[in-house]
């Protein structure tokens, strides 16, 4: 089975997302909040679909700033529902909006979506998973998943010869640094190793 370090570089639209957006770490709120929904919405889908859509997702959900997204009505979600340019799933949109305002919630509590993600680094894959189904709605395993290791801080992006491996590791990434200080993303800590 190919890798998408494979079968990216030269793609249209898979290439440059793959080159300079999957895996590097991301800090910024609105950027993390449009990962999140972009994941959210490929459930079913395939991920070129989303590349293709990506324009007009920001288009639709106002630059996915979280705080103008929070404030989207029912009357949104129903102009939404007839915007042809996106993914019309009624659930998928409302789930939109609904993490946007708990997004907000955690910024008034953490200071920002970025430090509560860090706040909880790092866990492995199955608590992140339980900590996000905790948290917002319509994120499921894969979902989160992908995310996390979108920007980050699950390790699999990227394979060890790809040159994109080795830009994202001058970084640091959050899960890099786990795993540095002995942290097995399967198991938890590996007291062994720190």
């Known amino acids: ?52 859509r990506q324009e007009a997702f920001r288009k639709a959900f106002r630059g996915f700033e979280v705080e103008r997204v929070a404030r989207m009505s029912a009357r949104d979600v129903e102009r939404l529902m ?20 708990r997004i907000r919630v955690l910024q008034s509590e953490q200071g920002s979506f970025a430090d509560w993600i860090a706040a909880h680094h790092p866990l492995t894959k199955a608590e992140w998973v339980k900590l996000f189904k905790k948290t917002f709605v319509f994120t499921g395993g894969e979902i989160v998943g992908e995310f996390l290791m979108s920007i980050g801080y699950l390790p699999g992006a990227h394979h060890a010869d790809c040159p994109v491996y080795r830009k994202i590791a001058r970084l640091k990434p959050a899960w890099m640094q786990a795993e540095r200080q002995g942290f097995d993303f399967n198991r938890g800590f590996d007291f062994r190793k720190a």
């Open 1 to 52: 089975m190919s890798s998408y370090c494979q079968i990216a570089p030269g793609h249209e639209w898979h290439g440059p997302y793959h080159q300079h957006h999957y895996g590097f770490p991301i800090a910024d709120d609105d950027q993390l909040f449009e990962r999140l929904i972009l994941e959210i919405n490929q459930a079913g889908l395939s991920w070129l679909t989303i590349l293709k």
């Open 82 to 101: 007839q915007d042809a340019s996106i993914i019309r799933n009624r659930m998928k949109i409302e789930a939109t909006v609904e993490n946007a305002r």
